[in-house]
């Protein structure tokens, strides 16, 4: 890295360039005024020039001094911007919440600005399982996976039951099963026996057409439902939500029950669960319940 001077000194620097006091730095950093005095001159001398004129009864900037000062003001506003966006106020908890991608995009997202203007002061980070190597699991204060409930170490409480329909692009011609059975159809890798499950269910045989595309999420397979590439079948409750949002897609056939279900999920040793996070469960239990009710 190029040089760069000890950054307690930029620091005392910036705010004794912004009230050209020693006193009333110290004050605002918390320290004394030796210690303030102590890290400009340990500046100056790594600089090698001055940065203060020092008269009698106050300080002022030398040329270098003002150039300087802007440089370091910007550069430590840029930290602090950086690190509030990131991170958020040192003063708010932020609640981490993972899923699925398609649970999250078609689901939880939907559902967050209810959440958000219940409890404003509770900051919601939303990240999906590709972020699976990045975030350490103490890090998540929430999991929803959708699933059987049997993952191996962890304990999982259901939450939702689920159904599957059948979309299709919203001004597809699919006037009754036996059309949606002869149309292009789309496949979710990992759940290539949907469809033949969603036809076996209204007493129709497989689909002898080979799918034209396999995707590895709803997300995806939702896309190519858009854009008119054929059918898929997808967990009504993302469908619906999808529906909501303004997507061009409309379902195109009774729904059927899906054998998977939305878990909560605790990894052994979890501490016991935030207060964000015991109101976001039971609001999301809430929300659940509103749902079930019509």
Not at 67 to 92: C, E, H, K, M, Q
Not at 212 to 224: C, F, I, K, N
Request: proline share 7%.
């Amino acid at each position: 890295m190029d040089r760069l001077p000890n950054p307690a000194w930029l620091r005392s620097f910036e705010t004794a360039a912004r009230h050209l006091n020693f006193t009333t730095t110290a004050k605002e950093l918390g320290l004394t005024q030796t210690a303030v005095s102590l890290h400009i001159r340990s500046l100056e001398a790594d600089l090698g020039q001055k940065l203060f004129t020092r008269n009698a009864r106050r300080l002022e900037l030398t040329e270098l001094g003002q150039s300087y000062a802007l440089t370091v003001r910007r550069a430590l506003g840029d930290i602090a911007l950086s690190t509030n966006s990131l991170f958020g106020p040192a003063s708010r908890q932020t609640l981490t919440v993972r899923a699925a991608i398609s649970t999250a995009t078609y689901w939880i997202a939907a559902e967050l600005p209810d959440f958000m203007a219940r409890h404003p002061d509770i900051p919601v980070r939303l990240v999906s399982h590709i972020w699976n190597d990045t975030i350490a699991p103490k890090d998540v204060d929430v999991e929803i996976r959708m699933g059987y409930g049997d993952w191996p170490g962890v304990t999982s409480d259901k939450l939702t039951d689920e159904t599957l329909v059948p979309v299709c692009q919203s001004g597809s011609p699919i006037p009754n099963l036996q059309t949606l059975h002869g149309s292009p159809l789309i496949h979710i890798l990992g759940y290539e026996d949907n469809w033949a499950r969603y036809f076996q269910a209204h007493g129709l045989p497989p689909a002898e057409r080979a799918p034209l595309y396999s995707v590895d999420t709803s997300v995806a397979a939702l896309q190519l439902v858009m854009a008119g590439a054929g059918c898929a079948t997808i967990v009504e409750r993302f469908a619906r939500n999808a529906i909501a949002q303004g997507a061009p897609i409309r379902i195109a056939g009774p729904a059927i029950p899906f054998a998977q279900s939305h878990y909560l999920i605790a990894a052994p040793g979890t501490a016991q669960p935030s207060a964000a996070a015991g109101l976001f469960c039971a609001w999301l239990r809430e929300r659940l319940a509103l749902d079930a009710a019509g």
